[in-house]
């Protein structure tokens, strides 16, 4: 078992940065990040595969905004800059091994980022 928490969110006004953080209990290869945003289901949003440090965007509308970091071999964090409201949800950490690709098996129990205009 892994057991992660999330740390870092709150509130911004609209154009303003965040940075929200996640440790876990162990090493997995995979660690991502999923957001879920009211009345939506939870989508993906980038992955990181530490074995050669590939990071993965799963929502285009993440990259050149956001960026994962892994800072230890079991933290990882995402600074997000130019925040818009749309941008609102509970952010979730996620981690697991590489079979073929990222296995999400793991999960956090979130952390709430809100982006008022």
């Known amino acids: 078992q892994v057991q992660l928490v999330e740390s870092g969110g709150g509130s911004v006004y609209s154009g303003g940065s965040l940075k929200i953080s996640c440790q876990a209990s162990?090493?997995?290869?995979?660690m991502g990040w999923f957001r879920q945003a009211p009345g939506k289901e939870r989508e993906a949003l980038v992955g990181h595969y530490s074995v050669d440090s590939t990071v993965t965007y799963y929502d285009e509308s993440a990259k050149g905004r956001f960026t994962v970091s892994r800072d230890t071999s079991k933290t990882l964090s995402l600074q997000m800059n130019s925040l818009k409201p749309e941008d609102t949800a509970i952010y979730y950490c996620?981690?697991?091994?590489?079979?073929?690709?990222?296995?999400?098996?793991?999960w956090g129990q979130g952390t709430q980022v809100t982006v008022s205009s």
């Open positions: 996620a981690a697991g091994p590489n079979i073929t690709h990222c296995r999400w098996n793991y």
């Open positions: 162990r090493y997995t290869t995979c």
